[in-house]
């Protein structure tokens, strides 16, 4: 699979030998269960934010400059819709994997058809609806938050509560094109899977402990060459 190979190849921490003699093995086609949600949410949300400030004063005939706290208090109504939430309904496959392989275009998904799969896997899902809602709805509350907060400019949160309520709710269920394949590598084999929709490559690669050791030598360095500047 080229978009494999091309992938492999741009590993920064990788031994130099595995980029020039990779090559991808058994690579299968999967489906992959998957639910999607669509909602529009309606958050009340009230807290206190701070801003760290400086100022200057006499002290004993010498000048001081001292940091304070400017508090203050925000509240209000935040909507936000999501479209299309995608959340895995498998064990085969971690939630982090098929965020990194996302987009899967599920807005142009087709209905269902046995002809799909001739030539293909399709694994069964082991997480029902509700989980995976509950598991969308924390990830959305978080999103939220974050979107709220980015309206201000602080740097302290002194408190913070919000109230979310999801509105119109409608969900897919979907089958998820992967190709899963492996490398091998020094006697170990280093999963990958690649967006069927995209070519999208995410997985796992052999790293090389020098170019590990350069790097964090060269950020050593490069902190030391700071902090002396300061």
């Known amino acids: 699979c080229e978009s494999a190979v091309k992938w492999a190849k741009k590993r920064l921490f990788s031994p130099r030998k595995f980029k020039k003699t990779v090559y991808p093995e058994e690579?299968?086609?999967?489906y992959i269960p998957a639910f999607t949600f669509d909602t529009n949410t309606v958050t009340h949300y009230s807290g206190k934010l701070g801003r760290?400030?400086?100022r200057t004063k006499r002290v004993n005939g010498k000048?001081?400059?001292?940091?304070?706290t400017e508090w203050f208090n925000i509240g209000g109504t935040y909507r936000m819709s999501f479209d299309d939430f995608l959340v895995q309904a498998s064990d085969s496959v971690k939630q982090k994997d098929v965020d990194k392989l996302s987009p899967f275009d599920t807005n142009k998904s087709q209905a269902y058809s046995s002809d799909y799969l001739m030539g293909y896997t399709a694994a069964q899902y082991s997480k029902s609806g509700q989980e995976c809602w509950d598991y969308a709805r924390g990830v959305m509350q978080e999103q939220v938050k974050s979107a709220i907060l980015r309206q201000y400019t602080y740097d302290k949160v002194g408190s913070f509560s919000m109230n979310m309520s999801c509105n119109d709710i409608t969900y897919k269920y979907v089958l998820l094109p992967l190709y899963v394949g492996h490398y091998s590598y020094s006697k170990k084999l280093f999963n990958f899977f690649v967006n069927g929709r995209n070519g999208k490559v995410t997985g796992k690669a052999p790293v090389s402990p020098l170019r590990v050791g350069i790097a964090v030598l060269l950020g050593l360095v490069t902190v030391a060459g700071i902090a002396a500047l300061i």
């Open 52 to 54: 760290t400030k400086t």
């Open 27 to 30: 690579i299968d086609g999967n």
């Open 63 to 68: 000048t001081i400059t001292e940091s304070y």
